[in-house]
């Protein structure tokens, strides 16, 4: 197995922010040929996800549903005021492994990597590792 920490800087309190070609370059390095590449976030207001990254509004859409099922406005008892981000990272979520063909990941026509920032702006970890098969 091979690792790479990789940063990522936000620059706005809700953001995706495509992650698509350091992943691919990390796989490229690793060499692994055929096998996975998992991706995890270990922050707590934080998410990884796949989706379409040919247009920016999607991504835009996606803070903006997010939003409206979750808002920042609620009553929470978690006095941070931060618990929106909570909820929208555990939806989400903090992990997710991607096929590797002949040292290529295997992602759609249209998907792409989004690390979803839903805390910001901070400075945030990605752990990187390749397994091959």
């Given at each position: 197995?091979?690792?790479?920490?990789?940063?990522?800087?936000?620059?706005?309190?809700?953001?995706?922010?495509?992650?698509?070609?350091?992943?691919?370059?990390?796989?490229?390095?690793?060499?692994?040929?055929?096998?996975?590449l998992s991706l995890y976030v270990p922050h707590t207001t934080a998410a990884v996800t796949i989706n379409e990254t040919a247009?920016?509004?999607?991504?835009?859409?996606?803070?903006?549903?997010?939003?409206?099922?979750?808002?920042?406005?609620?009553?929470?008892?978690?006095?941070?005021?931060?618990?929106?981000?909570?909820?929208?990272?555990?939806?989400?979520?903090?992990?997710?492994?991607?096929?590797?063909?002949?040292?290529?990941?295997?992602?759609?026509?249209?998907?792409?990597?989004?690390?979803c920032e839903f805390d910001g702006p901070r400075t945030r970890e990605i752990l990187l590792t390749t397994e091959s098969v």
């Open positions: 197995m091979k690792y790479k920490r990789v940063k990522v800087r936000s620059n706005k309190r809700e953001e995706l922010i495509s992650i698509t070609s350091t992943a691919q370059d990390f796989v490229t390095e690793s060499a692994v040929g055929n096998g996975k247009d920016p509004d999607v991504a835009t859409d996606i803070i903006n549903g997010l939003n409206k099922l979750i808002s920042a406005c609620k009553p929470f008892r978690h006095a941070e005021g931060n618990s929106d981000a909570h909820i929208k990272s555990t939806l989400v979520g903090c992990s997710m492994d991607i096929p590797i063909i002949d040292n290529k990941l295997v992602l759609g026509t249209w998907q792409g990597i989004f690390f």
